[in-house]
């Protein structure tokens, strides 16, 4: 299992580790990188900080940022580089993924060729 991120991302990772909000856990405090039904594909990115770490989680470390991945969402993530981009119209978190077949207009959702749900056009 190999979730990757690149240095931007990274830095920004850290960034938004250190500002956000301190508790008893910021030794496991990490990133959640996760997969659910949605999108205008069928499968949506999920991407959020934790310090609460689920038994079934497969844990990835990456210089100085805790990586997350939920059993479920784990051989769809296999492989994925996350990257963090800066534009002049839209700047955010690019996810780069081996197991996706297609991926959207907007980037945050994907499917596979074996069992992707139904997408929601977007709006």
């Known amino acids: 299992m190999a979730v990757s991120l690149t240095e931007k ?3 920004r990772l850290r960034a938004f580790l250190r500002g956000s909000a301190s508790d008893n856990n910021d030794a496991k405090k990490g990133i959640r990188v996760s997969v659910k039904s949605g999108g205008c594909s069928g499968y949506e990115y ?4 934790t310090s609460k770490p689920q038994a ?3 844990v990835i470390q990456q210089g100085n940022v805790l990586i997350y991945v939920d059993a479920k ?3 769809l993530l296999d ?3 996350i ?3 800066e534009g002049v119209m839209d700047s955010g978190f690019k996810f780069t993924n081996p197991n996706a077949s297609d991926t959207c207009g907007c980037g945050k959702s994907f499917k596979t060729d074996d069992g992707t749900p ?3 056009p977007c709006r």
Not at 46 to 49: A, N, T, V
């Open 9 to 11: 991302a990274e830095f």
């Open 83 to 85: 990257d963090f981009v």
């Open 73 to 75: 969402s784990a051989p």
């Open 56 to 58: 079934d989680d497969v």
């Open 79 to 81: 492989g994925v580089v």
């Open 118 to 120: 139904t997408g929601t």
């Open 46 to 49: 999920g991407l959020e900080i």
